[in-house]
């Protein structure tokens, strides 16, 4: 089974625009190729459980659903940074 995920992971961090390869490419960065690997190859085995469970079709993040959740962190931290030294700040989107 491991030998599958990761041929799975390999094919999986080949295809453009997905949440799998840019995950993947954070994680190189940091871990290597290897452990990036086999932390993909458990993302894939966790969405294959919840799919089978839940009997539901995969959906797709995109690539760049990482670069909105680091954007929305930053700015509730900045936020919360603001706040802790006592300005009240409104925020306009």
């Given at each position: 089974?491991?030998?599958?995920?990761?041929?799975?992971?390999?094919?999986a961090?080949?295809?453009?625009?997905?949440?799998?390869?840019?995950?993947?490419?954070?994680?190189?960065?940091?871990?290597?190729?290897?452990?990036?690997?086999?932390?993909?190859?458990?993302?894939?085995?966790?969405?294959?459980?919840?799919?089978?469970?839940?009997?539901?079709?995969?959906?797709?993040?995109?690539?760049?659903?990482l670069?909105?959740?680091?954007?929305?962190?930053?700015?509730?931290?900045c936020?919360?940074?603001?706040?802790?030294?006592?300005?009240?700040?409104?925020?306009?989107?």
């Amino acid at each position: 089974m491991r030998v599958t995920l990761a041929e799975a992971s390999w094919a999986a961090t080949r295809t453009k625009n997905t949440y799998l390869r840019s995950k993947y490419d954070s994680l190189v960065l940091r871990k290597g190729k290897k452990k990036a690997l086999m932390a993909i190859s458990h993302k894939l085995l966790v969405a294959a459980y919840f799919i089978l469970r839940d009997n539901s079709p995969y959906k797709e993040l995109g690539h760049d659903f990482l670069l909105q959740k680091r954007k929305t962190n930053q700015v509730n931290s900045c936020l919360k940074k603001l706040r802790e030294l006592g300005v009240e700040v409104e925020l306009q989107i």
